[in-house]
């Protein structure tokens, strides 16, 4: 049984080396992928270096969310040729099987059950901003340390009260697959699902075994050296407008923690270090 992972990527020098170290606890150097967004820093680089393999992509000018969505659903296509499963994941996003379980172990048993897409069980973890310091994303140190705060989109095993159950649907990914995924836009769905689900619908598509870890909110500062890069070269990119997107990005993080738990401690267990 052949299994890989692949990301896509544009000058991630934090997240890059962090998946690619979490990556490798699953999957071996060569079963790594990278789409390269034409980085213009050393993070591709350095995987390559150790055996990762990386695949330069050049969007049109102004490229829009689905050009990328279907860029990545080509690179799985092209890699399920090659590989029994695929496993997708941005390079903010750590997707692990539960402690004491392998990702090879998982998709053997899913393959027995003649699964074909897996939806992991997805956590944000976010950081309490007014009390909680930045974070030290120094190389082995522990990533979820001085973070107390997460929003689950899973039903952990404390049953902690969720205020948004179509949030904790859409936002634990059909990542996992064995056959080509028709997602939905940002990855959260399959265009075949609807975007509402009863808030009493049981969660049986979401897999108690394979963990999404997404730590966009994971630290305030990055979160917002990664927004401007992104929006760098917008022309409405004023002063004003920069203000703007400061005060949205504090009141998304607001909102993150509005709806937060404790982080439970199956995800503590997961082990994601720097």
């Known amino acids: 049984m052949r299994i890989a992972t692949f990301t896509v990527t544009r000058n991630e020098s934090v997240f890059l080396p962090i998946w690619v170290k979490n990556s490798l606890r699953n999957f071996k150097p060569e079963d790594i992928h990278i789409l390269d967004h034409q980085s213009?820093?050393?993070?591709?680089?350095?995987?390559?270096?150790?055996?990762?393999r990386s695949e330069t992509i050049f969007p049109?000018?102004?490229?829009?969310?689905?050009?990328?969505?279907?860029?990545?659903?080509?690179?799985?296509?092209?890699?399920?040729?090659?590989?029994?499963?695929?496993?997708?994941?941005?390079?903010?996003?750590?997707?692990?099987?539960?402690?004491?379980?392998?990702?090879?172990?998982?998709?053997?048993?899913?393959h027995?059950?003649?699964?074909?897409?897996?939806?992991?069980?997805?956590?944000?973890?976010?950081?309490?901003?007014?009390?909680?310091?930045?974070?030290?994303?120094?190389?082995?140190l522990d990533l979820l340390a001085n973070r107390s705060r997460c929003v689950v989109y899973f039903r952990p095993e404390n049953d902690v009260h969720i205020k948004?159950?179509?949030?904790?649907?859409?936002?634990?990914?059909?990542?996992?697959?064995?056959?080509?995924?028709?997602?939905?836009?940002?990855?959260?769905?399959?265009?075949?699902?609807?975007?509402f689900r009863k808030p009493n619908e049981p969660f049986t598509d979401v897999s108690p075994d394979i963990f999404l870890v997404h730590c966009h909110y994971l630290d305030l500062k990055e979160a917002d050296r990664r927004r401007r890069m992104k929006v760098g070269s917008s022309k409405f990119m004023t002063d004003g407008a920069q203000l703007a997107l400061d005060e949205a990005m504090l009141a998304r993080f607001d909102e993150m923690l509005s709806m937060s738990c404790e982080i439970p401690q199956q995800v503590r267990d997961l082990g994601l270090t720097a």
């Not at 689905?66 to 659903?73: A, G, S, Y």
């Not at 995924?181 to 990855?187: E, I």
């Open 112 to 140: 027995s059950k003649r699964v074909d897409i897996v939806r992991c069980s997805g956590v944000d973890i976010v950081q309490d901003y007014k009390v909680e310091p930045s974070a030290d994303l120094s190389p082995g």
């Open 164 to 195: 948004n159950p179509k949030l904790r649907y859409t936002y634990s990914k059909p990542n996992l697959s064995r056959k080509p995924t028709n997602w939905s836009s940002g990855f959260h769905r399959l265009d075949s699902e609807s975007a």
């Open 40 to 52: 213009e820093d050393n993070s591709v680089k350095d995987a390559v270096s150790i055996g990762c």
């Open 60 to 110: 049109p000018s102004n490229p829009s969310a689905d050009w990328f969505r279907e860029r990545v659903k080509q690179k799985q296509v092209e890699l399920l040729k090659e590989y029994d499963w695929v496993l997708f994941a941005e390079a903010d996003e750590f997707i692990l099987p539960r402690s004491g379980l392998s990702m090879q172990d998982l998709c053997n048993d899913l």
